[in-house]
């Protein structure tokens, strides 16, 4: 759980710019047309620091994201692998990486999704229109929680977005590394260093990554979506509808590509040297 939240909490903090600009891409495509315009208008309309906006409850939001996406994986696999028994859970493996993930991201969405609300909020909000500080910007979602629907109004498209991202994360990358080590590196995986088999464990989160971010992107712009203040008080379906499946589904893709492949590799690399490091070994592969 604790290698999970550093895993989690720093990445997604640290490309906090790339975020407030794919968000604003979203919400408002027509002024926001890609990421280094898009970067570059909103440090001229807003100053440098703007760029950084969100930073706090990304930061807290996502570390507790990770601290049960990692953790409780680790749990369900572990309880779905014993329910199945020995013969069963090798057979079908992939079946259980599915199952453990997408229990672990149920719950761990419950944890992001007050913070998540808060962070889209503060970066789409027009400038001088809400609260930038992590601790007044809550107070203002709870006060207004009527309009935004605070805390929980984001669940569904939240779980819609993570649950696919989530299942695709784990379940890719656990087969990239056993892929990597049937048909790359054939030695028994013990026999490679810590190095190896961390540069291992980066590249198949980077490849994890980017599937994960092709499947759940209509679902990741429905979420900054209804932190717009123009879609106040309607629903999932409508604005959907309203926005179209194409634009759902492609508005901010490449950004998000980059963002996601990336945070995904570091992610990995974070928590399978946090494992190595308390001697329990990489991720996968086995």
Known sequence: MLGGALACGFTHAGITPLDVTKCNMQVNPGKYKGLVSGISLIMKEEGSSAIWKGFGPTFVGYSLQGMF??????????????????????????AIWLAGSASAEFFADIALCPLEMTKVKIQT???GTF???????????????????????????????????TMAKFF???GIVKMFYTHVFTAP???????TQLGVTFASGYLA??????????????????GKPGN??????????????????????????????TLTGFQWWIYDSFKSGMGMGTTGGK
């Open 69 to 94: 996406k990692y953790g409780l994986y680790e749990v369900f696999k572990d309880m779905y692998m014993n329910l199945a028994g020995e013969e069963a859970s090798e057979k079908y493996k992939p």
């Open 125 to 127: 909000s027009p400038a």
């Open 131 to 165: 609260p930038i500080p992590m601790g007044a910007a809550l107070s203002r979602m709870s006060a207004t929680a009527a309009d935004t629907r605070y805390p929980f109004g984001s669940l569904v498209p939240l779980w819609s977005r993570q649950i696919p991202y």
């Open 172 to 174: 890719f990358f656990e």
């Open 189 to 195: 995986k013990d026999t490679y260093s810590k190095g």
């Open 209 to 226: 990554g980017v599937i994960c971010a092709i499947v759940s992107h209509p679902a990741d712009t429905l979420v900054s979506l209804m």
């Open 232 to 261: 106040k008080g309607k629903g999932v379906g409508q604005i959907a509808s309203e926005t179209g499946l194409m634009t759902l589904a492609t508005k901010g893709l490449g950004t998000r590509i980059i963002m996601i492949g």
